[in-house]
Each structure stands twice: as C-alpha cells, then as structure tokens.
C-alpha cells in the first residue's frame, strides 16, 4: 500500500481531489450517520436517544407492513424496468430504423424525461381524475366504462397505472442511450450476416444485442438503484395508497421517520435498503464484466 | 489512501457531531425600554388577504418599535410540519407561529414553547373561552394562545333540496335518504366520502357519528376506541353512503379533493366550516346563494346536542427565540380590537372570534357576508362551543396526533370498501394497530 | 427483404405515432388547460381545445404568487451548481482517465453506489452538515447539496466524454512542451466541449426540477427556488388546477427546451466510451 502511494501521480491526485472530498463528505458521511443512527432510538424531534443495538432491525424484520413494502418496491422495481426496457428499445430499434422524420420524432419521445416529478403528479392525477379527468370521461363516453372509474383508487388498477406512468417517464432515458449504441454498429457487420444468410432473428441475437447488452447492462444498474430508491413519483401521486397498495420501503421508511417521527426505526430500514442494493448491483457487475470480457 | 481518508472521515465525523451538541446560549434579554432584534414569524394563511393582514400587522409593528424587524415566511401545513420537524434538529425554527391544537401538543412535548400566559392576562384571560385555551394548557401553562376557532357543520344546497321537495335532513338516516335521492353521478354526487390517506378526513367523517353518539375515538385511558357499538355504527354508516352516493374516487380524496367537488358544485352535501363560503365564491360565483349550514345529523333527533369538532388555530412562541418579548409583544398586538375584526373579516364567516365579546361587537357583526350568512355563522358559532379537536375531548394528548396523522382510520376504510374486509374485522386490527403506535410514543 | 419493407416501416411510423402521442399528451394537456377558464375545466373535461382563451392564470401565477422571484432563485441555485459541477467533474473525470485508468473502472462503480442511499433519508444529516457549517437558509447551502447528487453522475458521464480524446493529440501537445494542466485546457477540453455542454444541460435541469432539500433547507420563501413553489400550490386553501397547470407549464417549458438541445449528446457517455 505504501509503495502504490508514492507512486501516485501529484498532478493527477489534484485533479480528481476536490470531486473525491466532495464524494466523501456529501455520501459517505451520511451514510455513515444513518448506519449509526439505526442502533439508536433517534426521534425525529427529541433531543435525547440511546444506543439499543439491534433492537431497530428486530422492530423492523418483525414488522408484516415491511415486508410488504418490499415486496411492493420489487414488483414497482421490475416492473418499471422491463417496461422501461421493452418500449425504450423497441422505440429504439424503430427510430433507427425509419428513413425519414427521425429527429422529430426522438424530440417529442423524449419529452416524458424533462419531467419534475412534481409536474408528472399534477398531470397525471389531473388526467386520471374520476369527474374532471380526461382519461375516465373519454372512456366512459366511448361506452368502454358504464361509469368513470378510478384508476388511482381502484386497487387493481392502481399498482398497474403507476407502473405504466413510471414507464411512461423512464423510456425516453433507455431509447436514448440504447439509440446512440446502435447507431455505433458497423453496418458491414449486417451485410456479412446477411450474405452468410442468417435469419432476422439471427441478426437481432448475434449482432445487435451483443452490441448494446453493455450499455442496457449499465442502464440497468443505474436504474434499477433509481427506481428502487425513488420516492417521490409514487409520494406524490398515490402517497403509498390506497390500503398501503404503493407503499414502497423508501414510503415506508419516510412515514415511520417523520410520521412516526421514530429515525432510528427509519435509518434501520434505508440500511436494509442499501444492503440490499449492493446485493444486486454486486451480480449485476458480475455479470457486465462478463460481457465485457467477451466483448474483447 | 484508504486510511487517510477514513481519517479524514472520523475528523469530520466529530467536528459535526461536536457542533450539533453544542447548545446556543439563547438567553438575550433585551433592554427593558425598546425593543430591539429580528423576530421570524410563520403562518399557514397562504393566500389572499389573512396573508396581506399577517404583512400589515407586522409592519404596523415595525413602524411603532423601530428597531424591530418581523420577517413574515408563508407555509401551508403539511410543508410546515416537515419544516419544523426537521429544523427543530439544527434550530431552525421561527419565533412565533401559528399552530395546529395536535403540533401544540407535540411541541410542548419536546419542550420546544415557552408558556404565554403574561400574554393572556394582558389581553384579558376571561376574554377567551375556556376550551380552546384547555387545548393547549399543561399543569397551567398556557403554552398556545387561540387565535380563531371554526367548526364543523353540514353544508347544503338550498336549490337542489328545493326541486327534489326535500327537507334539510337532521338525521344520519334522513341524510343518507335525501343524499341518496339526490346522488345523479356524474354531475352531482349526494355526499363525497373522503378516505384518503393523505390527511385525516375520513377519521373526520368517523368523528362525527362517533360524537353525535356522544362517544369519542379516544378513551379517558388514551386507548382507540373503534370497536364500540356506535363506532362499527358508524363504519358501516359511512361505508354504506360511500356505495351509494359518492364518487369512487373519493376513496384517495384528501381535504382539498373533497371541498373542491362541493365548490364545483357536484356534490349536494358536504361537512366543512364557514371556510366553505370562500370555496364556493371563488370556484362558482353563481351558486353562493344556493348555499347554507345546518347543524350536525343526529342519531336519533331527540338526541342531545353533543359538541362535534371544532379547530381552535392558535399562534405559540417558540422557546428558541432570542427575543421572546418581542415575540410575545408581538402576537399581543394581533388582538387589539380594530386589527383582531379586520384579521377575522379577512376570512368572513370563516373565522370566529377566540374572544367572547368580539363575538357580540356589532363591528364584527357588521360585514356584508357574516350578514349575509348569519344563520350559518349562528350555527357554526353553536358548534365552536360544544366542540374540540379530534381526539381532544379529554384534554390534550400525543394521540390525538397519532389518530389525525398516521391514516390507520383512512386505511381501515379504504380495506372495508376496497378488499371487502368485513367491517368487525377491520375495526379491531385498526384498533389494535393505533394502540401500537401509542405504545411506540413511549419509546 | 426489400419486398416486406413497406409494410414493416408503415408499421414502424404507426407504432412511434402512437408512442409519440402518449408521451406528449401529458405536455399538452397542461398547456390546454392552463388557458382554460375553471368552469370549463370542470364542467367539459372532454373538451380539448378551450372556449375561450384565458391567461389569467398565469397573471396571477407570476404576479401574486411571485412565481418571478422563485424563477430567479432557481435560475440563480442552478446555474451556480452547473458551473461548479463540470468544473470539478471534468477535472475529476479527465483525472480519472488520464492519470488512474485503471482505478476509474472501480471508481465508476462507486459513484453508482452513491445513489444507493435514498435522498429522503439524507435530509436529516444534510441539514445538520448544512447548519454546522452556517449555511442554513442560504443558497449556498442548498448548492453543495446539490454537489451529492450532480457531481457523481456528471463525472460518469464526462469520463465517457474523454475516453474519447485520443491520447494521440495530448501526446503531440506535451512534446510541444505543454503542462499538464495547459494540455488539459486547450487540447482535451475543447474535443468533449459538446460532451460537456450536454452534462452541464442536464445537471442544470436536475437541479433545477430538485424540491426536497430545497424545501427543507430554505426557510424564507423570497430564497425558495421554483420547484417549492409549485409543490406549495397543492397545500394552499382551494385547490385550483388552472393555477397549477399554468404553474407547471412554467417551470416545465425551459427543462423541455432544453432537452431538445442536448438530445444528441445526451448518451455519448455511456456508449462513447465509458464501458469500453
């Protein structure tokens, strides 16, 4: 370790310091004073606490409503991804392959993105609206629905709508990138599958998809992190309901933390959280540095 | 490398942990002749002219005691409640706010107010009515001063009543009919019953057959109390007019949703205060005149009248404060007569008076629209005697919070009309899961 | 092929159409309402184009509810933290390139792990930093916040914008007898200078639509940026969508212009270079 020290190059360090100190002061810290804050009974406003050790993790293991709100945030997570996924690459693949109208066409996909989630709740519930929305009166007066009905309510319905608006949000982000590594495949490399006579399908495999499954691999990651952690797309429009329907972990954690105003109890469900992501992200890498070693 | 920057990590670490330790010294009296210093005043009247009246009397403040300054910040609730939930952490809280009877509650827990009760004598104790001044009063601390009081009574649509031939109902059966009779979706809903988990209206709705009873939601122990004869009564009464005479969609609705359905004019029934009359003139100018108060449905009509819920806003001095004369100076000058009537007619027939003789002062009573409404403002007044806020029927309690903030009442309902879950059923695991939270508020 | 082609494009026009429609009708319906008059709203929620035209909400919008000054915040808080993000991204970044290769694999994935903390959760310990460094209720507060969240994500994108320079031209800078840091400047800057006007872009318009710390740290409400504004139209006494679709059209409108600038560059870091 000393060795490797020295051998670092000053210039070098001082170009990356500032970005490292900020890291660390702005994340690291944090993170750090949550793992401590989840042995303790931290209140919200109180000004005193105690250490209990593990007592926060037994509170929450034990607790029926968290592992719903787990299993919500892995059904909101996958689904939101492979629908994020699916119409970000077809979209795509369609935008690649259209001769003409292509620019037009990318500006208003991309639309959705520009976003604040603040905005995607205002227009959504106003769309969605049971007796002033447009959505529910349309299909009422299209005899599809005898009356309005309500998407943000109905429990069926609700998870399902959320998810599609997330997609509706997270697509542009995937038919961007997977877009531009498209655009990065040699085209000699179709016409010799052509000429070899390999099926669509073939080419789709063996050409495309090796080709951008680097960069889906990482937006993956990216967004898996972000969905899983997102907290205000779902706060704002359903505020976990209704019956608790779309109360992810981040929901969960934020009403026990300031509803309940028990930190302590909330800092032990984020550490969970990011145990549990690191998880992930651990396999996920595994299997990118895979690719990456074939793509060589 | 790693080792230094876990160094540098713990160096951090305890530089923070050191300053968040340290306690300011916030003992700053000022001189006894002048006042002098900046004082920071939030309120929650977020729009029109209660806001521009908060601004002119801080200024009026301003010019008498120049070298004062008042900084005036504006949150509606909920961003206020996050606000000082937090910031109570780093210190950063105003020096005199507005309050809700719950946040009193909490903050006087956390020893966060300093006691007004120089304030009320100075303005004159016996002025005020008792209840309100109760609700926020430990071992006879007066720990919040009432600023305004309203409460809740059943609003009508005199127009739809009179076409169908119906009588203003004064029963919960009566009310059930007559909405029933009016329900015409989707351009008219009997009665929106609002059960979302954003705010507390459905434990509101609850609160109201629950009192008419004449029980309450909370026990003299602080236990829930949703299992009673009157309360699963009352679940299956509200669930049975959420089938029949309300919108679907009002299972999500919060406070705004469900007013607004009124003042668009789709709703026949509603249950608000005389804030109502505001609502109604800014969204549909052309039907003020079709509406009006009546007193809270009974269960039986002989039944004696059992106070329901009245909101007592109250303003508080906050113990962090620099300059708590200032600030206690301060909100006694919101209640001299002049600028307290012009601060009450800034919400007309919304705001009732805290002060029993502002009440009866013909310069109070004299504003077109009081006038205009005096029978709902006769109603509503009758209300505010008899009622408290939620939870509060036995003084002041941290669970009353819990019972308004944690949606375990808007989640009961919401299983019952969503997932059929039968109503017994429901009630006992909303009751059981309230008093865990009350346990938990010993931790 | 060719022969199936036609088909199969006219298919490929169909299904954009309809993806296109779904992903601006949100868009659009804000824009139609926000001149709507609160009766029509109301009353013919069917209606698509308004009756008559009003823009009365948006008078009001950036008059009483001094929707001008928040903008200016924002402007102000947003700018601020754009600058000082690419200034230490990309010398993070071309650090990381040049000088550590093979650290900036690992270094990658660490700035990713940085987003595994909920933000909601970083709230209390960011405003206790914020207020023992004296920062509370200042912009500068609410600036190095933003630091968290843009610095780790602008820092992966420009790595992938420099991956691109080749070494080849650097290399001919410094047998001119170029330092480091005058390679830096005039020779790799100006080749990723799109990379870096798409990064800034987008850190700007996060920054710009960011509403919990700013809710949390800013305590005076003529220092609140334009995202808290927005959000505080929801708890006010009567809920008037006219107000808010005029308002969301408001703060909407510059992130959405400007993602149709950088559309183009938006992903060259990840495919440029950045997982090669």
């Known amino acids: 370790?000393?060795?490797?020290?020295?051998?670092?190059?000053?210039?070098?360090?001082?170009?990356?310091?500032?970005?490292?100190?900020?890291?660390?002061?702005?994340?690291?810290?944090?993170?750090?004073?949550?793992?401590?804050?989840?042995?303790?009974?931290?209140?919200?406003?109180?000004?005193?606490?105690?250490?209990?050790?593990?007592?926060?993790?037994?509170?929450?293991?034990?607790?029926?409503?968290?592992?719903?709100?787990?299993?919500?945030?892995?059904?909101?997570?996958?689904?939101?991804?492979?629908?994020?996924?699916?119409?970000?690459?077809?979209?795509?693949?369609?935008?690649?392959?259209?001769?003409?109208?292509?620019?037009?066409?990318?500006?208003?996909?991309?639309?959705?993105?520009?976003?604040?989630?603040?905005?995607?709740?205002?227009?959504?519930?106003?769309?969605?609206?049971?007796?002033?929305?447009?959505?529910?009166?349309?299909?009422?007066?299209?005899?599809?629905?005898?009356?309005?009905?309500?998407?943000?309510?109905?429990?069926?319905?609700?998870?399902?709508?959320?998810?599609?608006?997330?997609?509706?949000?997270?697509?542009?982000?995937?038919?961007?990138?997977?877009?531009?590594?498209?655009?990065?495949?040699?085209?000699?490399?179709?016409?010799?599958?052509?000429?070899?006579?390999?099926?669509?399908?073939?080419?789709?495999?063996?050409?495309?998809?090796?080709?951008?499954?680097?960069?889906?691999?990482?937006?993956?990651?990216?967004?898996?992190?972000?969905?899983?952690?997102?907290?205000?797309?779902?706060?704002?429009?359903?505020?976990?309901?209704?019956?608790?329907?779309?109360?992810?972990?981040?929901?969960?954690?934020?009403?026990?933390?300031?509803?309940m105003k028990q930190l302590g109890v909330a800092s032990a469900i984020t550490v969970i959280l990011l145990l549990f992501l690191l998880g992930i992200c651990f396999l996920y890498f595994k299997l990118l540095d895979k690719w990456e070693r074939d793509d060589r | 490398m790693n080792k230094k920057l876990f160094v540098l990590f713990l160096l951090i670490l305890s530089l923070v942990i050191t300053a968040c330790g340290k306690e300011d010294d916030t003992s700053n009296q000022g001189s006894s002749g002048e006042f002098d210093g900046e004082i920071t005043v939030w309120h929650s009247f977020t729009q029109g002219p209660r806001m521009e009246f908060m601004q002119s009397a801080a200024d009026a403040f301003m010019e008498e005691h120049p070298k004062v300054k008042i900084k005036i910040e504006t949150f509606a609730w909920p961003e206020f409640y996050t606000k000082w939930t937090t910031g109570i952490q780093s210190g950063q809280v105003p020096d005199v706010s507005t309050a809700l009877p719950n946040h009193v509650v909490e903050l006087i827990d956390v020893d966060a107010l300093v006691p007004l009760n120089d304030v009320i004598d100075n303005i004159g104790r016996d002025r005020f009515y008792e209840a309100p001044l109760q609700e926020g009063t430990i071992d006879s601390d007066n720990f919040s001063i009432p600023l305004y009081s309203h409460a809740q009574v059943m609003w009508y649509r005199k127009d739809l009543l009179e076409e169908a031939g119906l009588e203003v109902p004064k029963t919960w059966e009566e009310l059930f009919e007559t909405a029933k009779a009016l329900n015409n979706p989707p351009n008219l809903y009997g009665l929106s019953v609002p059960m979302g988990s954003g705010d507390m209206m459905a434990t509101r709705f609850l609160n109201f057959y629950v009192r008419s009873a004449g029980e309450t939601l909370l026990t003299e122990d602080g236990k829930a109390n949703l299992t009673s004869k009157s309360a699963i009564d009352g679940i299956n009464y509200w669930v049975k007019m959420y089938n029949e005479t309300s919108p679907e969609g009002s299972v999500n609705y919060t406070v705004l949703d469900q007013a607004n359905l009124y003042y668009q004019g789709k709703s026949a029934f509603d249950f608000n205060?005389?804030?109502?009359?505001?609502?109604?003139?800014?969204?549909?100018?052309?039907?003020?005149?079709?509406?009006?108060?009546?007193?809270?449905?009974?269960?039986?009509?002989?039944?004696?009248?059992?106070?329901?819920?009245?909101?007592?806003?109250?303003?508080?001095?906050?113990?962090?404060?620099k300059h708590p004369e200032i600030a206690k100076a301060f909100v006694e000058s919101l209640y001299e007569k002049e600028e307290y009537i012009e601060f009450l007619h800034s919400v007309p027939a919304g705001m009732l008076p805290a002060l029993k003789d502002i009440a009866e002062d013909p310069m109070f009573l004299d504003e077109p629209t009081i006038q205009k409404f005096d029978n709902a403002v006769k109603i509503i007044s009758e209300a505010v005697d008899k009622g408290t806020a939620i939870g509060m029927e036995n003084g002041p309690s941290l669970q009353s919070g819990i019972i308004t903030s944690q949606s375990v009442i808007e989640k009961m309902f919401q299983d019952i009309v969503l997932n059929s879950v039968p109503v017994e059923e429901a009630a006992e695991k909303a009751e059981k899961e309230l008093n865990d939270l009350f346990d938990m508020l010993s931790r | 092929m060719v022969g199936r082609n036609k088909l199969s494009t006219a298919l490929t026009y169909v299904y954009l159409t309809i993806l296109a429609i779904v992903s601006v009708f949100p868009l659009i319906w804000i824009a139609l309402s926000s001149i709507k008059s609160s009766g029509e709203m109301a009353n013919y929620p069917l209606s698509f184009f308004p009756?008559?035209?009003?823009?009365?909400?948006?008078?009001?919008?950036?008059?009483?509810?001094?929707?001008?000054?928040?903008?200016?915040?924002?402007?102000?808080?947003?700018?601020?933290?754009?600058?000082?993000?690419?200034?230490?991204?990309?010398?993070?970044?071309?650090?990381?390139?040049?000088?550590?290769?093979?650290?900036?694999?690992?270094?990658?994935?660490?700035?990713?792990?940085?987003?595994?903390?909920?933000?909601?959760?970083?709230?209390?310990?960011?405003?206790?930093?914020?207020?023992?460094?004296?920062?509370?209720?200042?912009?500068?507060?609410?600036?190095?916040?933003?630091?968290?969240?843009?610095?780790?994500?602008?820092i992966w994108m420009l790595i992938g914008f420099f991956q691109t320079v080749p070494i080849e031209i650097e290399e001919a800078a410094k047998v001119d007898g170029a330092g480091k840091m005058r390679t830096f400047l005039q020779v790799a800057l100006p080749v990723v200078a799109p990379g870096m006007v798409a990064t800034a872009i987008y850190t700007f318009i996060n920054t710009w639509n960011e509403f919990l710390f700013a809710l949390l740290l800013i305590n005076s409400s003529e220092k609140m940026p334009i995202s808290v504004a927005l959000y505080s139209l929801t708890g006010s006494e009567i809920l008037d969508w006219g107000e808010m679709m005029a308002a969301s059209m408001i703060v909407i409108l510059p992130s959405i212009i400007f993602f149709m600038i950088i559309q183009n560059k938006i992903a060259g870091g990840l495919s440029d270079g950045s997982v090669k």
Do not use: C
Request: glycine share 6%; aromatic share 16%.
């Open chain 1, 1 to 259: 370790m000393e060795k490797k020290l020295r051998n670092f190059n000053i210039t070098g360090m001082l170009f990356i310091l500032p970005a490292i100190l900020i890291v660390i002061l702005l994340l690291i810290y944090p993170i750090f004073s949550s793992i401590y804050f989840s042995l303790t009974t931290k209140n919200l406003i109180r000004p005193f606490y105690d250490f209990v050790w593990f007592e926060n993790f037994k509170f929450v293991l034990t607790n029926p409503d968290f592992y719903k709100a787990f299993v919500n945030s892995i059904k909101w997570t996958f689904f939101s991804i492979v629908g994020q996924l699916f119409v970000g690459f077809s979209a795509a693949l369609a935008l690649n392959r259209i001769p003409r109208f292509t620019g037009i066409y990318r500006t208003l996909l991309i639309i959705p993105w520009a976003f604040p989630a603040i905005v995607i709740a205002f227009s959504w519930k106003y769309i969605l609206n049971d007796v002033y929305g447009f959505l529910p009166n349309l299909l009422t007066q299209l005899g599809i629905t005898s009356s309005n009905i309500n998407f943000l309510a109905n429990p069926d319905l609700v998870f399902i709508v959320v998810v599609l608006i997330n997609i509706w949000f997270g697509a542009p982000l995937f038919m961007v990138n997977i877009l531009s590594a498209l655009k990065t495949i040699p085209s000699e490399q179709y016409e010799a599958a052509q000429m070899d006579g390999a099926s669509p399908l073939q080419v789709f495999w063996h050409i495309t998809i090796r080709h951008v499954r680097v960069v889906i691999g990482l937006l993956l990651v990216l967004r898996t992190i972000w969905i899983f952690n997102n907290f205000d797309i779902l706060y704002l429009i359903t505020g976990g309901g209704p019956s608790d329907n779309t109360t992810t972990l981040p929901i969960f954690a934020y009403k026990v933390g300031w509803g």
């Open chain 2, 273 to 321: 205060s005389g804030f109502q009359i505001g609502g109604v003139e800014t969204n549909s100018p052309q039907l003020v005149d079709q509406i009006d108060a009546a007193p809270m449905p009974k269960i039986n009509e002989s039944d004696p009248d059992n106070g329901i819920e009245t909101s007592n806003i109250p303003v508080v001095v906050w113990k962090n404060s």
């Open chain 3, 51 to 154: 009756k008559e035209v009003t823009f009365e909400y948006y008078t009001r919008v950036l008059n009483d509810l001094s929707f001008t000054v928040n903008i200016k915040n924002s402007l102000l808080v947003s700018f601020s933290a754009t600058v000082i993000t690419i200034v230490v991204s990309s010398l993070g970044a071309y650090g990381i390139v040049r000088f550590f290769p093979k650290a900036g694999k690992k270094m990658t994935k660490v700035l990713i792990t940085t987003y595994m903390f909920p933000p909601i959760l970083l709230a209390v310990p960011y405003s206790i930093i914020i207020v023992s460094i004296g920062l509370v209720n200042t912009w500068t507060g609410l600036v190095i916040t933003y630091l968290s969240f843009s610095i780790p994500y602008a």
